[in-house]
Nanobody, 121 residues
Framework: VEVVESGGKAVQTGGSLRLSCVVSGGIFDDYNLGWYRQGPGTQREAVAT???????MYSDSVKGRFVISRDNAKETAYLQMYNLRPRDTGVYYC????????????????WGQGTQVTVSS
């Protein structure tokens, strides 16, 4: 399974971006997908998730500004970001959870290498 993110770039405050995440291999429809980010000097945090059935969740910091979606036919997840702020700066990672769990209760998962988003004031 390969996870590849794209779409990150430098934008100004108030700008918009759309990130893409292509997941190759496995059964895409079964994946629980998520976008995470890691800013300078911070830990990786969850931004938005979309389960295989389509339900979504957002962190409070992006609710109302970001929209996560998926196109199963294209095996791609998206993160549409509006009204970007400097604190949105970071490396954005895509995670694909298989929906299968180990005996320890941890979901098997795949991660991409990340795409850089920089928001300047």
């Amino acid at each position: 399974v390969e996870v590849v993110e794209s779409g990150g770039k430098a934008v100004q405050t108030g700008g918009s971006l759309r990130l893409s995440c292509v997941v190759s291999g496995g059964i895409f429809d079964d994946y629980n997908l998520g976008w995470y980010r890691q800013g300078p000097g911070t830990q990786r945090e969850a931004v938005a998730t979309i389960r295989s059935g389509g339900s979504t969740m957002y962190s409070d910091s992006v609710k109302g500004r970001f929209v996560i979606s998926r196109d199963n036919a294209k095996e791609t997840a998206y993160l549409q970001m509006y009204n970007l702020r400097p604190r949105d700066t970071g490396v954005y990672y895509c995670r694909a959870g298989t929906g299968q769990y180990s005996l320890g209760g941890r979901e098997y998962e795949y991660w991409g290498q990340g795409t850089q988003v920089t928001v300047s004031s």
